[in-house]
């Protein structure tokens, strides 16, 4: 499994995890498109929306590898903001190919595509996940 290093590992002051430290014994937890309504409690969205910055400042429009990117976290994005990259596509695999479908992630959250590109949540910086691999 494919560690991203410098990715963010949680939400600033939260416990949102955006990845995990090791690889499931039985296989990566499968990527599901999660529905997002419009009563979400607001720190979900906050979420949602600081994972998105995440993935644009990291990946941006490249094909990335799932790796150990969070697969709650990811689904919730699944299958508009981030897509698959290869077909045919395997859920279920930590070398799955995603990219960021920008046309579409643009309009659900536009506050990441705007301005300086320098988005982070609260203001607060990063907090980096490499200090968890032990």
Do not use: C
Not at 60 to 89: H, I, K, M, T, Y
Not at 113 to 124: L, R, T, W
Request: aromatic share 12%; proline share 6%.
């Amino acid at each position: 499994m494919l560690k991203h290093r410098g990715f963010p590992g949680r939400l600033p002051g939260t416990d949102f995890q955006f990845v995990i430290r090791r690889g499931n014994k039985d296989g990566a937890s499968p990527l599901i498109e999660r529905k997002r309504f419009a009563d979400r409690r607001y720190a979900d969205r906050r979420a949602d929306q600081g994972f998105m910055a995440a993935l644009w400042e990291h990946f941006g429009e490249e094909p990335f590898e799932r790796g150990n990117l969070d697969a709650g976290r990811l689904s919730w994005l699944f299958g508009r903001e981030v897509v698959p990259a290869e077909q045919p596509f395997d859920a279920k695999s930590y070398e799955a190919l995603l990219r960021i479908n920008v046309s579409v992630a643009q309009v659900s959250f536009p506050e990441v595509f705007a301005g300086d590109g320098e988005f982070a949540p609260d203001g607060d910086a990063w907090d980096d996940g490499d200090e968890d691999d032990r």
